[in-house]
């Protein structure tokens, strides 16, 4: 069976999505090993931040495999099952294990209280099985349905909102406040529950108002170029802050007045996750 070179673009940003994913987990595991002396060895940063910023650079990642398949009009099933495995390992896993690996290391007698184990395993499970369930719904239906919105939170956005909190914490040495230790796990629930909620969320997408790409465009580009980077994780993380709460709230009043599948130009690249 032969394959058309233009899909070979868009499933190679896929894939290297799922590999930073997986490099992710493995070198912040890596991180606890005590013959392997790895703290801050890595472009100056400590292993488990890289790991986090690799989860940043995936969010980014996949919005171009997205662009790339509308662009070569190269959009297949194979490539959207691929695009959504990769998406539960970089934006699922990476980021639960992440906090798990965080948390043990930076506080651990806070880590030991049964208490505050339990609670942070609740809120990893939530946080993991409502990745997969948000992928799983997106697998089962057609996305385009939706038109300029998403339902929920995506997944890409919620990965990267829980590495960027976790670079801003340690970059400020929030954990050695322990009432803030609970802040993760807290973060964690949330950006699960708002991935599988039925709130819309406007998409970023080319749009026929002109004010409105005046200001995302470069917005866009902006958080691109610092992310890959590795700098400014406080205008990332008030970026995607100030995009949800707008976005949901906007959405959420005016619902009755929504109209799925409008107010979108049609070269716009279209996502599901």
Not at 95 to 122: R, T
Not at 213 to 229: A, D, E, R
Request: proline share 5%.
């Amino acid at each position: 069976m032969s394959v058309s070179p233009r899909y070979i673009v868009p499933n190679f940003f896929t894939g290297i999505n799922f590999l930073l994913g997986f490099f992710s987990i493995l070198l912040a595991a890596a991180f606890y090993h005590p013959d392997l002396n790895l703290d801050r060895t890595f472009v100056g940063k400590a292993p488990l931040i890289l790991s986090a910023w690799f989860v940043v650079w995936c969010t980014n990642l996949d919005k171009l495999d997205g662009f790339a398949a509308k662009l070569m009009n190269a959009s297949s099933d194979f490539g959207a099952q691929f695009d959504s495995l990769a998406d539960l390992v970089a934006f699922g896993l990476a980021p639960a294990f992440l906090s798990f690996f965080y948390l043990q290391n930076v506080n651990p007698s806070w880590f030991k209280h049964p208490i505050n184990l339990m609670g942070l395993l609740v809120a990893l499970t939530i946080y993991v099985l409502c990745a997969a369930l948000r992928l799983a719904r997106y697998n089962s239906k057609d996305a385009d349905e939706l038109g300029p919105y998403f339902m929920g939170l995506p997944s890409t956005f919620s990965g990267g909102f829980v590495c960027l909190s976790l670079i801003l914490y340690d970059k400020y040495e929030l954990y050695q406040v322990k009432a803030l230790n609970n802040a993760l796990p807290l973060i964690l629930i949330t950006c699960g529950i708002l991935m599988i909620s039925p709130l819309y969320l406007p998409k970023l997408v080319k749009r026929k108002t002109k004010w409105i790409n005046m200001i995302q465009y470069p917005w866009i580009v902006v958080g691109y170029v610092l992310s890959f980077c590795m700098t400014a994780p406080e205008f990332l993380i008030a970026s995607l802050f100030t995009y949800g709460l707008i976005g949901f709230s906007f959405c959420y009043l005016q619902k009755g007045t929504i109209q799925l599948g409008s107010e979108v130009s049609d070269d716009s690249a279209s996502s599901k996750n």
